[in-house]
């Protein structure tokens, strides 16, 4: 099956440390996505990113398909980013089905 | 703005009894999704579908029926609730666009509790 690689797992951040969280694809894709999750709560899209890379305020979001990769980086972290972080991609075999990775739990302490 | 409402946002079921997850989107997309989260295990795709009045098995589907009566409304029934499938459960719609112009729209969740 699908195979959706999150790292690290978890990463504890002093505030205003940088941040850089991996996803790494088994297959081919065809898009993907990176989500925001506070604990107990619902999906927050970031970014939908199926190639290269997009910014929006301290975030950064970088695909490589052809290295079946995707990177989010967090710059000058607050403690209001503390959460799940999750990445999903778009399988290209077949019907358009989404797979998640296990997410990164990140902690930023002030 | 997409959207995409589940209901009940949290629910206590009994063991045995049966549940309907509802979920609704006024988004007109043809791709309706069910997922569940569990600690751990991140999302996994339960029941899905491309289309009103069909549904295709996901990666989990045992213990799980899906139904699909309009493009708008996506329900995930449990005939049988059993302590396993307590946890949190989350609707989605897509629309399948010109590859690779795809993205994914999720409900805010529903929290099932089975005692």
């Known amino acids: 099956g699908q195979q959706v690689q999150q790292s690290p797992a978890s990463l504890v951040l002093q505030e205003g440390e940088n941040a850089e969280l991996q996803c790494n694809f088994s297959t081919s894709l065809n898009s993907m996505q990176w989500f925001y999750q506070r604990p107990g709560g619902s999906l927050v899209s970031l970014f939908y990113n199926p190639s290269g890379t997009k910014q929006s305020g301290r975030l950064t979001s970088t695909t490589v398909i052809k290295e079946r990769r995707s990177s989010l980086h967090i710059s000058s972290s607050q403690t209001t980013d503390s959460g799940t972080y999750l990445c999903?991609?778009?399988?290209?075999?077949?019907?358009?089905?989404?797979?998640f990775g296990k997410g990164t739990s990140l902690t930023v302490i002030p | 703005e997409a959207a995409v409402t589940q209901s009940p946002r949290s629910k206590v079921a009994v063991t045995g009894g049966k549940v309907t997850l509802s979920c609704h989107q006024t988004n007109n997309h043809d791709y309706m999704y069910w997922y569940r989260q569990d600690t751990g295990h991140g999302l996994r795709l339960i029941h899905y579908?491309?289309?009103?009045?069909?549904?295709e098995k996901g990666d989990i589907p045992d213990g799980y029926k899906a139904s699909r009566p309009s493009q708008e409304n996506f329900s995930l029934i449990l005939e049988l609730a059993s302590l396993s499938q307590t946890a949190v459960y989350f609707c989605a719609s897509s629309e399948p666009g010109t590859v690779p112009y795809t993205e994914v729209f999720f409900g805010k969740g529903t929290r099932l509790t089975v005692v």
């Open positions: 579908s491309y289309v009103a009045d069909s549904t």
């Open positions: 999903a991609m778009v399988s290209n075999t077949g019907y358009q089905n989404f797979y």
